[in-house]
Nanobody, 118 residues
Framework: QVQLVESGGGLVQAGGSLRLSCAAS????????MAWYRQAPGKQRELVAA??????VYADSVKGRFTISRDNAKNTMYLQMNSLKPEDTAVYFC?????????????WGQGTQVTVSS
């Protein structure tokens, strides 16, 4: 069993930066696909970025601004968010799975709020 806990959200002005963390308890090494999703009010949850043992992918809206990474020694995944825009405002969730499909994740965190003011 794996538990995920996000942190690092908050309020930031447009153009600023935040780094989200997703700390995992349990068998972190067994996790293959890990991802960040976000959900804004009134909108569906959408993929922000994903990382597997072989690749990383990003939503077009965040390419060049966000960077996903993982530190196996710290059992933690990160999302570095730069040049933030008001449209990045959402609850950000981390998810993970032992498989490689980031569209079908078994484990989820509780979410962390990111608010970008204009």
């Amino acid at each position: 069993q794996v538990q995920l806990v996000e942190s690092g959200g908050g309020l930031v002005q447009a153009g600023g930066s935040l780094r989200l963390s997703c700390a995992a308890s349990g068998s972190f090494f067994s996790l293959n696909a890990m991802a960040w999703y976000r959900q804004a009010p009134g909108k569906q949850r959408e993929l922000v970025a994903a990382i597997t043992r072989r690749t990383t992918v990003y939503a077009d809206s965040v390419k060049g601004r966000f960077t996903i990474s993982r530190d196996n020694a710290k059992n933690t995944m990160y999302l570095q968010m730069n040049s933030l825009k008001p449209e990045d405002t959402a609850v950000y969730f981390c998810g993970a799975d032992t498989g490689a499909n980031w569209n079908s994740l078994k484990y989820w965190g509780q979410g962390t709020q990111v608010t970008v003011s204009s």
